[in-house]
């Protein structure tokens, strides 16, 4: 089968197969290549980037930051070139921008606005559309940008930046990565110090990356496990390279599925190791998976390994809510590994999932029910028992790409093969992820083929 017939078909249906093996590369990070675009447009000078993620979520990025005046373009030997006009030199775009699923791309890029004396208007996807955009624009607002949106605070929203910003001093009160960027890119030309505080500490891209480009920013954990951030503002950022790492959230998906299906011994390669990423890595550790971490490196300024991941007899455990941050995108597929666990796991502190993609609470719910699992959830927590399902059922992603590939996994696990609609989402995060799954010995097949 061709592997661009595979990679856009809407419809897949994954079986058990024997076992995943040899070595599985996984696509460049998603949270690190939207930042590279988004600094190296906002940089003076040119930034080269190595290892982007060229799924659908980045690619929006990359037109909404040449429509607000970046240049960006392909260079024949793969790698991006970023061609920075300085904050100075960004923009209004004639065209309201269209992230299409990406929160993350719209978030980020509505700070970078709310910062400048430019308007943008922003919209999205049938998904991103139902998703809480007054979380970023209120703070935002209280730096001085002037902002409309849709009832409820939902796209489309339109962002007017403050001629002189005023410097954040905000409260956050989830631990959010997309929040606390916004006011880092508004707070670039404020003047003064902007300061973030978030009850635990999210991923810290943005942090490292204004580093890397020259601003000064200062990060400290106090006692209570609050995270604050401190930028100074009235930054020039210099143009620097970046060298994406591969994507620990993508890696999850060929991770949970060598660890339950037998026969599997996967070597998955080059693995950003972030400790704020790293939250699964962990959870599947203490629930008895073999995953071996080898080949410690730095590449880049980021901190990577190999990871080697055998089958593996998984029991349940409870996950703490203070871990939610480091693995909030993987509890979907931490569900799918409990499946197929001994026992019971609790997963706590997981509100934040009701505002992804889908409500993934509920999303993930319902559909290990259908496949014949056991699971309860409230508005905080889900709980599976494990002891296998019996699949046999099709779910539909609902343009959710984290769902479609979680249950392309659980039907590897399960007695009767599982349905995936609407499975062309999975391009926004992981082109390929189909053909690099057989290509390791997964059995995805489009519907119908046999
Ligand atoms: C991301 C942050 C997370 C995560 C998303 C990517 C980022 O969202 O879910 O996939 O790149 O900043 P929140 O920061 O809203 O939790």
Known sequence: MADDVLTRSETLVSSRHAGLSGRFDVPGDKS?????????????????????LEGDDVMATARAMQALGAGISQDEDGS???TGVGTAGLVSPEQPL????????VRLLMG?????????????????SRRPMARVTDPLAQMGAAVTSRDGGRLPVTVTGAQTPLAADHVSKVASAQIKSAMLLAGLNARGTSIVREPHASRDHTEAMLRHF??????????????????????????????????????????VAALITEGSDLLIPGIGMNPLRTGLITTLQEMGGDIEISNERTEGGEYVADLRVRHSQLHGIDVPAERAAS????????????????????????AELRVK?????????????AAGGTVTYDEDSITVTGG?????????????????????????GSDQPITVTGCTTINTSFPGFAVSMNGCGAALAIAGDS
């Open 32 to 52: 690190i290549s939207h930042r590279s675009l988004i600094l190296g447009g906002m940089a003076i000078g040119t930034t080269r980037v190595t290892g982007l």
């Open 80 to 82: 991006w070139i970023v």
């Open 98 to 105: 269209d992230l299409g699923n990406s929160g993350t791309g």
């Open 112 to 128: 970078v606005v709310a910062g400048l004396p430019i308007t943008a208007t922003f919209c999205g996807d049938e998904s991103l």
């Open 214 to 255: 020259g601003a000064t920013v200062r990060q400290r954990l106090e006692e209570d496990g609050t995270h604050v951030v401190e930028l100074e503002g009235e930054a020039v950022l210099t143009a620097s390279d970046v060298i994406v790492p591969r994507d620990p959230s993508s890696a999850a998906f060929p991770m």
């Open 327 to 350: 693995m909030i995108d993987e509890y979907p597929i931490l569900a799918v590994a409990a499946t197929q666990a001994e026992g019971t796991t609790r997963m706590l502190g997981v």
């Open 357 to 369: 993609e889908t409500d993934r609470i509920a999303v993930v719910a319902d559909g290990i029910f």
């Open 388 to 412: 296998g399902v019996a699949g046999g059922m099709s779910i539909d992603s609902q343009h959710d790409h984290r769902i479609a590939m979680s249950f392309l996994t659980l039907g590897m």
